[in-house]
């Protein structure tokens, strides 16, 4: 497991998860406590950040999977 944190796309993709549950999360959060307030439309300013985050998850998943299986060949 430890080698897994020394990897640099492991550690990209937890920060990229870790931005994309904030957004969510935010959103999310603004919908149940005030949702009054609350409008469909304000979800378009997140979209850029949906649309990056997600593109760097595909990115370092490619990666992850290439270090993932040379680690296992060297052990």
């Given amino acids: 497991m430890i080698e897994l944190f020394g990897l640099k796309s492991f550690q990209q993709i937890l920060l990229l998860l870790f931005l994309l549950s904030f957004i969510f999360g935010v959103l999310f959060g603004i919908y149940l ?20 985050i997600s593109k760097g998850l595909y990115q370092n998943s490619t990666l992850f999977f ?3 299986k ?3 060949t060297k052990s």
């Fill in 33 to 52: 406590f005030i949702p009054d307030k609350f409008k469909y439309y304000s979800v378009i300013p997140a979209l850029p950040a949906f649309y990056i």
């Fill in 66 to 68: 290439t270090d993932l």
């Fill in 70 to 72: 040379s680690t296992t």
